[in-house]
Every structure is written in structure tokens, then in C-alpha cells.
């Protein structure tokens, strides 16, 4: 399976917000459309992405300041590592997990035009996998038809 193939199960739907915004700002997007990432747009490109886990990191190095005045832009995480829709699913987990990334934003042609979760492509192998050996047990007891 593939990153196109997962995408068109789950949707494409990318949660933005402008860098200029706050932090606090995002935090209430993110809680409001439970959601724990969302992409970082400047004059309407792509430029990062906001985590829950930039979320701690900017509350231990701001520690006492208030979220409503650091701006996104100077805590996001802009070295993005992205996927393609041709992408195997099975690479794609093999990245996520050994770069300690639990959010990978797809791209094409220059554009994110969705978002992977570790969650969603877990969710999807499982099912696979599943249907798989439920398949091979009708196979081997001679019930499958």
C-alpha cells in the first residue's frame, strides 16, 4: 500500500495556521479540531510544522512567558522531512520510526496536500494484516470460497 492509497481512505485534510500567529493561537486549533499538528503556512507556502511535542519544547525554553506572546514562527520545526504519494507505506513507518517522527506531511508538487500520522499508517497495517491472516486461516481450514 501507499501514502495515495492511505490518503484517499482517510482524506487530505491539512490544518493550517500563519506563522505570524501565536502559540496559543495554535494550541487552540489543535484542541479545538483534536488534532496534534498542524502545518505552518507564511504568504500561503508551507513553511513548518507545530506539535504537541513543540508544545513542551516551548513552554521549558520560555518557561514563565505567556503562549499568547511567542509567535509560531520562532519555535516551529522547519527541517521537515515529507512524503511522496507513490511513497510505500512500509518505508514511510520505517522513517517515521527511526527518526522519532510522529507526523509526516505529504507533498505534491511542491505542496502539502495532506498529513500522516504514525497513528494512521498503524491503523492501516493492523487492518491489513488482519484481513490477511483472516484470509490465510479460511485458506488452510478449506472455508474460504
Known amino acids: 500500500m501507499n501514502v495515495k ?20 493561537d495554535a494550541i487552540r486549533i489543535m484542541g479545538g479540531r483534536k488534532i496534534s499538528a498542524i502545518m ?59 527518526k522519532n517522527i510522529r507526523h509526516l506531511p505529504v507533498v505534491e508538487g511542491g505542496n502539502v496536500i495532506g498529513m500522516l500520522s504514525i497513528r494512521d499508517i498503524i491503523q492501516t497495517q493492523v487492518g491489513r494484516l488482519t484481513s490477511e491472516i483472516h484470509y490465510l486461516k479460511d485458506y488452510i481450514t478449506g472455508s474460504y470460497t
Do not use: P
Open 5 to 24: 492509497e492511505l490518503l484517499q481512505t482517510k482524506g487530505k485534510d491539512v490544518v493550517s495556521i500563519d506563522a505570524g500567529s501565536s502559540v496559543e
Open 40 to 98: 505552518v503556512t507564511e504568504n500561503s507556502r508551507s513553511i513548518g510544522i507545530f506539535t504537541e511535542r513543540d508544545v513542551v519544547r516551548c513552554y521549558l525554553t520560555n518557561e514563565g512567558k505567556s503562549f499568547k506572546g511567542i509567535v509560531l514562527k520562532d519555535v516551529i520545526t522547519t527541517n521537515l522531512i515529507v512524503a511522496q504519494m507513490d511513497d510505500d507505506l512500509n518505508n514511510i513507518m520505517s522513517i517515521m520510526v527511526e
